[in-house]
């Protein structure tokens, strides 16, 4: 499920963010990988991933929380007019 996202991984050099799969960064405890920009040779850390991964998790989460809340709110909305007395 969540093995197969992806995460967005800036680059130290250029700051160009390359897909990194999750599965991958779990696997083992640092992950090296090629920018796609630069060809600089990134390092990532399990531990530092960990920070990110948690950061990730929340932020979609929060989307689909959000999703969720948008689904059950009523499409219609109060316009301005309704407020005039
Ligand atoms: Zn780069």
């Known amino acids: 499920m969540f093995e197969d996202e992806t995460i967005d ?13 999750v599965r991958e960064l779990e696997e083992s405890a ?6 796609r920009k630069c060809q600089a040779g990134v390092r990532i ?3 530092e991933f960990k920070h990110r991964l948690d950061q990730v998790l929340k932020e979609v989460e929060d989307l689909e929380r959000e999703a ?10 109060p316009r301005k007019g309704d407020f005039q007395i």
């Open 9 to 21: 991984v800036a680059c130290p050099q250029c700051g160009y963010k390359n897909s990194i799969l």
């Open 30 to 35: 640092e992950t090296h990988f090629v920018c």
């Open 45 to 47: 850390e399990a531990d």
């Open 68 to 77: 969720a809340r948008d689904a059950k709110r009523p499409a219609r909305r």
